[in-house]
């Protein structure tokens, strides 16, 4: 049965695993005709035929010259495939195949499985109108425009005629009747439709036109075969995948089980130092031809998940071969976070309350000018990160990359505040502002509490209020800017005072949404009976303090439920 | 000014000697090995056998004029060739004058590896495949360079109680690294990222954190004789050799060098290195540790990892494996 599927094999290098490949194919019955490109020096050449001598099913064709992406390659098939159907007329499907392929089922499978599949084309042929996953940016104007110069080997000119001809509007005739279709070169066509190709009346004027196509032959059979096929079958039989610039990923032995359970005949593109996977898949096996359906899926996403990876890389991640520019980060930081304002400084140890209430790690002043407050006060943090203030600033915003890198499936806290590092030019505010994993929420003004509890010499606390309330303003200017993407809330010291539940619990739902339906007290209120006349202190002294709104002049009460919902 | 770096290879290229010179056997496509070394014999056996099982074919080493045997151990060996010289390691801008002589002269079309005796190189997939798959995948993806991270490994308590015995892996005495703490910056004028961070900035430089040793290194690269390396293996000219990140978000396949420099040796050896120096900045680095090793300084914490394999770290993100799958 196998004598009825014949192979054409493309080889240029790696000729010794190509021979142990065609030795495979032979010896299951079905014969091969090698075309080997012209540029294998001689020596190489003969010994590969010599290594071959012994299977008279093994023929070698006349040699083309092969340039990638150009006219050659499809000659070389034409030639090959040619000479495949005159020396053997029992052939009557015909697979296309390079020396870089490797059977992964017995060739009795595929013969078998074909034979359950009369007169069916199984080649990729995609309308070029439709495709969107050419690489190089040509889909179309690979049809449209003439390409005289090697990819590979001139790219410069063939960049610079490409756009002369963009320039010009250059736009070739299409000859009648074809209408450009592209995919894998690795196919299995009919005797049928092979023939009715290469012996098509048209054929010399076709040729004269695929000849300056670009990668006709990715295209030359593609298109072809929609004048001649009966049933065509758009897919290839031989599994191989692209990466992101249209170059074959590359079978290694750490791929033997991902292939043996894809149940694909073919695998392109094999390392020819693969040794193990030559010895497994060419390894002749026992028992009858088994029925399984291809199912490339499993190894499709294997290497989907490669080119993400490539393409995107991993959110948050500042490494040694990824260093986004600004905006090209996707996504900023690894996970959500919490940044708190004003908090700590009008509740009672809110840090020990939202460690007790919420899932989350809790740090105090991450950015503290003395030292990074972690929780626990510890003096290393996950990741290796020291609480050294120097270290943290020296690059502040990586601190906190690092930081949301390392901790990656547990949700961080921390409080910030206009007495913290605020980085060159408010950089640290500037980044977290304009992350969509930030929530921040700011009680302006509340920085002029531990200043009023403080108790120190007036004139001084004045100094520090002046100097705080404007590095404030600047961060509300920040946050109220155009190109915020954070989840940003600010309130008011007096407007917050009014009924601090709500917006607790408000906060509390996008930071624990599953805990919402829990009665939660709420932490107490720092005392601040005489916060007023201290603001009016300030005032006397000739500043002014705005960001704490209209706060009274006397004790504030605020909401006597102090639960929460 | 890679002229000025390549004539200047050239002169100090004169200082070495050859003791035993086996490059006439080099293929066309030998993977090399180059390194300068000073008195290491007792890493030599473990560094020899980790970077054959690699599949790297041939060492070209600069001997600095060791008197503990290394010279003559290393000549015995069929796939090294041994330069030596006594002349001024300082004055060969820390050995690079040297391994640019010797790569002009050996590497031109071959991949080399660029490493100290106390660095392991990680890539992706290093435990099922080659040197040499890594190579191919290379020159397919039309790729010059591959890049690193310096990863510094540490013991378990004082650093100078894990003595390493020869022949010993380094990564069994100290195994343990920090995964999240390296701070990136790019350097405009070569192109290059300029990492800090790990145990030695925390440990010894975090009151001077701009004085941190650098960790990004371009130790793998497929020599041309024009290429110079122009600091360490941190940077390169041509100036494009040192892009080996993405800046659109994207990953490139890159690896880790393990770094086994905190072992029982390394008292001894700042305090050598101190007298003789000959080091980078005064030897600024060597002081920190001298000073710091003598309190016996554990660099260890309950956030150290402790290092697996090659998949741990890329799930850490310390080395990605980009599109390579």
Known sequence: ????????????????????????????????????????????????????????????????????????????MQTAARQLLDDFPQVQNVYAMSGACLPLRPIADLATWLERHPDTDFIESVNVADVNWTKGGLSEERFSLWFPFAFKRRKWLFDRTVDLQRLLRINRDIPDGIDPHIGSQWWCLTRETLDLILRDPMRPHYDRYFRRV????????????????????????????????????????????????????????????AGRLYDHFLTPREGSVSDAEPQPSRIDRHFARATAQRIRGRAGLYMASRFPVKNRENGKTAEPYSVFQGFSEVFQDFEGWLTAV????????????????????????????????????????AFLTNLLWATRGE?????????????????????????????ISVISGAWAVPLYRSGRDFAQIRREAARLQRIEMQQLEILQSPHVRARIRIWTMAEFLENPAEPLHMLFDEIAPHSQARLIRIPDLVDLSGFGSFLQELRNQGMQPVLMGDFPLGPVSPDPSHRMK | ???????????????????????????????LLFATLRNEAPRLPWF??????????????????????????LAAQPDVSVWRTEASYKAARFGMDWMNALLRRHAHGRWALVV????????????????????????????????????????KGPVNEHPCVPGQNPLEVAPWFDSANYAITRNGRYRNLWIQGGPRARGFFADQPRAAPALNKVPLVKWDRGYTYVSSTHMLLPRGLNLVYDTLGGEKASGCLLHAKFLATLGDKAAEELARGEHYAGGREYQAYAATLEDRTDLWNKWSERFINWRQLEIMGLMSKGNWA
């Open chain 2, 116 to 155: 100290d005796v106390d660095e392991f190189f990680l890539y992706p997939f290093c435990d099922t495949r080659p040197l040499r798959a890594l190579t191919d995948w290379l020159d397919d993806a039309g790729l010059r360079s591959f890049g690193t991270l310096l990863l510094d490994m540490y013991p």
């Open chain 2, 1 to 31: 000014m890679r002229k000025r770096w390549l004539i200047r290879a050239r002169r100090k290229g004169r200082d070495l000697k050859p003791v035993a010179d086996r490059t006439k056997a080099l293929g066309p496509r030998s993977l």
């Open chain 1, 358 to 397: 919420a899932n989350c790690r809790v740090h105090g002043h991450l950015f503290a000018p003395h030292k990074a407050e972690f929780a626990g006060r510890e003096k290393v943090f996950a990741g290796g990160l020291s609480d050294s203030a120097t270290l943290r600033d020296y690059n502040p915003r």
């Open chain 1, 411 to 439: 949700r961080q806290c921390f409080q910030f505040g206009p007495g913290d590092t605020q980085g060159k030019g408010f950089d640290l505010l500037w980044f977290m502002a304009a992350d969509s994993n930030a929530q």
């Open chain 2, 48 to 73: 020899l056998k980790y970077y054959r099982d690699l599949g790297v074919e041939h060492f070209l080493i600069v001997d600095n004029g060791s008197d503990d045997g290394s010279c003559e151990y």
């Open chain 1, 214 to 273: 670009w990668i006709p032959d990715e295209s030359y059979f593609q298109t072809l075969v929609r004048l001649h096929g009966r049933k065509v079958e758009s897919r290839s039989l031989t599994l191989g995948k692209f990466d992101h610039q249209g170059r074959p990923h590359v079978f290694y032995d750490d791929h033997l089980q991902l292939l043996r359970r894809s149940d694909c005949f073919m695998a392109r593109k094999v390392w020819p130092g």
């Open chain 1, 1 to 76: 049965m196998s004598a009825r599927l014949g192979f054409v094999m493309l080889v240029h290098t790696a000729l010794d695993r190509a021979a142990q490949v065609a030795r495979f194919v032979a010896q299951a019955g079905s014969p091969v005709v090698i075309h080997v490109d012209a540029r294998v020096p001689a020596a190489q050449h003969a010994r590969l035929t010599a290594a071959l001598a012994d299977l008279p099913d093994v023929r070698f064709c006349r040699r083309h010259r092969g340039e990638w992406g150009t006219w050659s390659l499809v000659a070389a």
